[in-house]
């Protein structure tokens, strides 16, 4: 993530994935304009499996008791889980293949809002209440995709009914009406961009949303080992969410958001920390931190020590002979 530069005022909102658009909105700057990370929704319980997708009961939603506080949520077992245990297969709810290499992340994650603002206008009651529920109280991060609240409609006029019936239904009004705000539509690219997955298809980039998956905590050495596959007859990315040990009941379900790196623990730190907003706190970087102090202590303190000493003793031999 980095800073984007403020739009000048006389620029005006064009979609990445569809023709140019205006809406004659009042110029008025949006509250939010900096980073910032949203707290996590007071989702609990079962995960209920998506349409084409599987989610065992054998798992919930809940707070670590033992850290406390709005942002302990993960998922837990109600049972004992045996190793290799497939616990989630689930289809992307959106996704974007890039149509070349130079299009950015900023032009992907509008595209998947795109789609799923789309959903929410066009769609059924259904879909309506399951991005409400699901997908708008997933984490967000980053900073603000629309300068002015003309963007924000200008975005939204661009989705509409096909024919006359996209007089009345159409984006604006749906704001307008006040079942989706236009702050809500603003934090949406947002939510994409922090929980996106980056995947590829035929040698082109892409991202995908798995809603279902975003409720893991992350470990360095986790306990549960996320598979991402294209399933061709299906024309969509599935995740398949398998234990890689043992868990007992109770025992909280950790993933790895950074699988297979070996970056120094400094390195790690920042990575995790510029693309989640966070440092990990697990029981391998904790440890490799304490060896890190160790080592300095043992390389670099203890011969300074002896220096020092040998230094002091010298001082004190000459102003004995001087005596």
Known sequence: MFLRKRWRSSVV?????????????????????ARFFARVSPVHGTIRSPKGGFVTD????????????????GVFSRREIGYGREIMN?????????????ESLRDQVLCVTRQIFTRLVLGTAEEQKYIKQRVSTLMSGGYSYFTRERDVFA???????????????????????????SYDLQKL????????????????RGICLFPEAQYFNHQC??????????????????LSARTVRPVREGEELFISYM?????????????????????????????????????????????????????????????????
Do not use: H
């Not at 970056?263 to 391998?284: D, H, I, N, T, Y």
């Open 90 to 102: 689930i289809p992307a709810y959106a996704m974007y293949i890039a149509d070349n290499t130079n």
């Open 221 to 238: 050495e986790p306990n549960v080992e996320v598979t991402i596959t294209y399933n061709n007859l299906k024309s969509n990315f599935y």
């Open 58 to 73: 054998d798992v919930r939603i809940d707070t670590n008791a033992n850290i406390g506080g709005a942002f302990a949520r």
């Open 155 to 181: 975005f939204a006029e661009e989705v509409r009914a096909p024919g006359a019936e996209g007089a009345l239904k159409n984006g604006s009004n749906f704001l307008l009406s006040g079942e989706f705000s």
């Open 189 to 204: 690219p947002l939510i994409v961009e922090f929980n996106r997955y980056d995947v590829e298809y035929n040698g082109r």
């Open 259 to 323: 699988p297979g790196n070996k970056l120094p623990l400094s390195r790690l730190a920042l990575a995790m920390q510029k693309r989640w907003g966070f440092e990990c706190a697990c029981v391998k970087c904790k440890s490799r931190g304490i060896g890190a102090v160790t080592l300095l202590f043992a390389f670099v303190m203890v011969p300074l020590a002896a220096y020092l000493r040998s230094f002091n003793v010298r001082r004190v031999q000459d102003k004995q002979r001087g005596i």
């Open 13 to 33: 909102w064009r979609s990445p994935c569809s023709s140019f658009a205006r809406w004659p909105q009042r110029e008025t700057p949006l509250a939010i304009q």
